[in-house]
């Protein structure tokens, strides 16, 4: 029988515990903010894990800390869509790592995708008995007591960091102190330096390193404790996401960066009006079926399938994302969405963004840099050179396929991008 919960309710470190003394075997899965992050267990203890965290697969694992290019990381991502090899195979043959380098990256790409779990403390968990990670070529074997102890070490330092870096949309600049060789001498310690301009947020630096939120911040606030940088302000961060689990009442949506966001966002009905059901509730409070959340979820669901059924794809993600925010936990809510994404992402190849099209940008990237851009949107305008595809850029954006593929299709509507043939 299935165990599920919220993180809230249950923290990590107690569920963890439990599924060790009760030496359970099967797979426990976390998520928030559409992403599902898995830890298998045989008999108490962690065999493997998974996740589909974009900066947390293989690849952006190893471009965070400067072990391919990205050059690299598309052309084995290209070889894998032909032939279906793992992608840290393909990089071995192509002489990107060595084996024993892809044998250590995999254990460190395992460790980082549990331990950011104690990073989550407003997720929903499920867990399923006898459920095995069966196409997991690169199994692990961890204890939960030592998960336990480095996760709760990683706890209190998130903390304590938080209490400096606690909106995405800080910007940081240089105080004028020279770096010491540690820094400058680590890959991924000078890409960080040199992204701190005094312009770019927390947020836009972890996209452009394809770093996770832990080793990215926990970098910078040893940067300043140090006294190398400096908060200068704070940005308002246009693509922000609000907590996703269920509160006591639903989040009010995000301002509409234009009319026609506030058109798409009008889709979702919060209130709907039911003429059947009394103005008086009784002396019980006795409130009709019809103006549960249930119904409203379920009514706007229906919403939603109506718009598929007439291709208007992105309009359905629309109304799915803001019901997301209020009911994440929701099975059929989660399926819906997964087919209108799947859905959208075969048009807009289809449609709007031809994959083997190049883009190109309407202006210099200086002049871009002066307009109100998300953190993904500013991201995947710096890797237009004129010379990249569509596919190619999608495939090494730290970003989900189809949240790519709507950010550029907005920008292109907004006529700051364009297309030509290769």
């Known amino acids: 029988m299935p165990l599920y919960g919220t993180l809230t309710s249950m923290p990590l470190p107690d569920l963890l515990q439990w599924l060790c003394n009760a030496r359970v075997t099967g797979k426990l899965l976390v998520e928030r903010d559409h992403v599902n992050k898995s830890i298998y267990l045989e008999n108490g203890s962690i065999v493997g894990c998974s996740s589909d965290d974009p900066p947390q697969r293989?690849?952006?694992f190893l471009l965070g800390r400067g072990q391919i290019t990205e050059a690299q990381l598309r052309e084995a991502l290209q070889l894998q869509?032909?032939?279906g090899d793992h992608l840290g195979m393909l990089l071995v043959r192509m002489g990107a790592l060595s084996p024993d380098e892809l044998t250590g990256y995999l254990e460190a790409q395992a460790e980082e995708t549990i331990y950011s779990l104690f990073d989550w403390d407003d997720a929903l968990f499920?867990?399923?008995?006898?459920?095995s990670d069966s196409c997991n070529q690169f199994p692990v074997s961890l204890r939960v007591e030592d998960v336990l102890l480095r996760g709760l070490q990683r706890y209190d330092e998130m903390r304590e960091i938080r209490q400096v870096f606690?909106?995405?949309g800080i910007v940081l600049e240089r105080t004028g102190e020279e770096p010491p060789p540690v820094v400058i001498g680590n890959r991924m310690g000078r890409a960080l330096w040199d992204l701190v301009n005094g312009e770019r947020?927390?947020?836009e630096i972890l996209l452009q390193v394809h770093g996770s939120e832990y080793i990215v911040t926990k970098f910078l606030f040893e940067l300043h404790r140090a006294g190398l940088v400096r908060i200068a302000r704070v940005k308002s961060i246009a693509d922000a996401k609000p907590s996703k689990t269920a509160a006591a009442s639903p989040p009010a949506p995000a301002e509409p960066e234009d009319p026609a966001l506030e058109d798409l966002l009008s889709e979702v009905d919060t209130d709907i009006d039911h003429p059947a059901v009394a103005e008086d509730a009784g002396e019980h409070g006795v409130v009709s079926l019809e103006d549960s959340p249930s119904h409203r979820l379920e009514h706007n669901l229906e919403r939603a399938r109506r718009l598929m059924a007439?291709?208007?794809?992105?309009r359905a993600l629309t109304i799915l994302d803001q019901l997301y925010h209020e009911q994440p936990g929701e099975e059929s809510l989660r399926r819906l969405t997964a087919e209108a994404e799947a859905a959208f992402v075969e048009k807009a190849y289809r449609h709007y963004l031809p994959p083997r099209k190049v883009l190109v940008l309407t202006c210099a990237i200086d002049e871009l840099e002066t307009q109100d851009l998300s953190p993904s949107e500013f991201f995947l305008l710096s890797r237009i050179d004129g010379t990249w595809d569509i596919k190619s850029i999608i495939l090494i954006a730290p970003l989900r396929e189809s949240e790519a593929l709507r950010t550029l299709k907005r920008m292109?509507?907004?006529g700051l991008i364009d297309l030509r043939d290769p």
């Open 58 to 60: 293989l690849g952006q």
């Open 81 to 83: 869509e032909i032939g």
């Open 126 to 131: 499920r867990f399923q008995e006898d459920e």
């Open 166 to 168: 606690n909106d995405r």
């Open 201 to 203: 947020t927390v947020a």
């Open 310 to 314: 007439e291709s208007e794809f992105e």
């Open 412 to 414: 292109r509507e907004n």
